[in-house]
């Protein structure tokens, strides 16, 4: 059976990013994007709706995201989908769907100099191509935090 993971988001941080370091000391940054999307409804009433995703950023990445961006920053964010399921300290069985960044492009943001006259600031940070050792370690260690989903 085929199968495809990709996710591309373009929106707004909503808060700073989440800079922490694992045991091991790899970097992982939590980046809360607000994604909008603007449709008309069968009444041609102008709607608006909004998705709260949370990506996961990790290595020299994190630390460039932690670096550049803040709250209000554009970000446009190529990843995959991953989930993962924990049990909190009431014993409740917790989960959550979260984007794996694998490239994080900033766009710049509201209120922000711009690089040239009208044109924004861009600044990539990609990810390596090998996946990180601690991944899966900080994960587990990360069972006991609240996380939204």
């Given at each position: 059976?085929?199968?495809?993971?990709?996710?591309?988001?373009?929106?707004?941080?909503?808060?700073?990013?989440?800079?922490?370091?694992?045991?091991?000391?790899?970097?992982?940054?939590?980046?809360?994007?607000?994604?909008?999307?603007?449709?008309?409804?069968?009444?041609?009433e102008?709607?608006?709706?909004?998705?709260?995703?949370?990506?996961?950023?990790?290595?020299?990445?994190?630390?460039?995201?932690?670096?550049?961006?803040?709250?209000?920053?554009?970000?446009?964010?190529e990843?995959?989908?991953?989930?993962?399921?924990?049990?909190?300290?009431?014993?409740?069985?917790?989960s959550?769907?979260?984007?794996?960044?694998?490239?994080?492009?900033?766009?710049?943001?509201?209120?922000?100099?711009?690089?040239?006259?009208?044109?924004?600031?861009?600044?990539?940070?990609?990810?390596?191509?090998?996946?990180p050792?601690?991944?899966?370690?900080?994960?587990?260690?990360?069972?006991?935090?609240?996380?939204?989903?």
């Open positions: 059976m085929a199968s495809y993971n990709k996710v591309l988001l373009m929106g707004n941080l909503t808060k700073d990013p989440e800079l922490r370091y694992t045991p091991q000391g790899t970097a992982v940054a939590n980046l809360r994007l607000a994604v909008n999307r603007k449709f008309k409804t069968k009444d041609q102008l709607k608006e709706e909004v998705c709260f995703i949370t990506a996961v950023v990790w290595n020299k990445q994190a630390e460039t995201c932690n670096q550049y961006l803040h709250k209000g920053s554009s970000v446009f964010v990843g995959r989908l991953q989930s993962r399921t924990w049990e909190d300290n009431t014993g409740a069985k917790r959550v769907i979260e984007v794996r960044a694998e490239r994080v492009q900033f766009m710049g943001s509201p209120g922000q100099k711009s690089a040239g006259a009208g044109q924004p600031e861009t600044h990539q940070a990609e990810a390596p191509t090998d996946e050792s601690s991944e899966s370690t900080w994960l587990a260690e990360s069972e006991d935090e609240p996380h939204e989903g």
